[in-house]
Nanobody, 115 residues
Framework: QVQLVESGGGLVQFGGSLRLSCAAS????????MGWYRQAPGKQRELVAR???????NYADSVKGRFTISRDNAKNTVYLQMNTLEPEDTAVYYC?????????WGQGTQVTVSS
């Protein structure tokens, strides 16, 4: 079992930046593929960015060049640096951990971008 706690969400103006953090419990964090997902009102949850245990990353087309995912295995933490934010980025952002067939979710953090 893994507990994930997100932080760093909030209200930001169009073009601004935020950094989300997700702290994970447990001693095998480095073995997890970590991801950030988001869900806007009335829409399905979607993948924003993912980073594997080896550091390989992939991003949704809508955030490429603006968002950066990274991890610090010594701190059991994954980050999402979000730059040049747009109103369309407004959503609840969820941290996700995957290993083998197991998947874990955080409680989510709200990001609101004003125009």
């Amino acid at each position: 079992q893994v507990q994930l706690v997100e932080s760093g969400g909030g209200l930001v103006q169009f073009g601004g930046s935020l950094r989300l953090s997700c702290a994970a419990s447990g001693s095998i964090f480095s073995r997890y593929t970590m991801g950030w997902y988001r869900q806007a009102p009335g829409k399905q949850r979607e993948l924003v960015a993912r980073i594997t245990r080896n550091g390989s990353t992939n991003y949704a087309d809508s955030v490429k060049g603006r968002f950066t995912i990274s991890r610090d295995n010594a701190k059991n933490t994954v980050y999402l640096q979000m730059n040049t934010l747009e109103p369309e980025d407004t959503a609840v952002y969820y941290c996700n951990a995957q290993i083998s067939t197991a998947t874990f979710w955080g409680q989510g953090t709200q990001v609101t971008v004003s125009s």
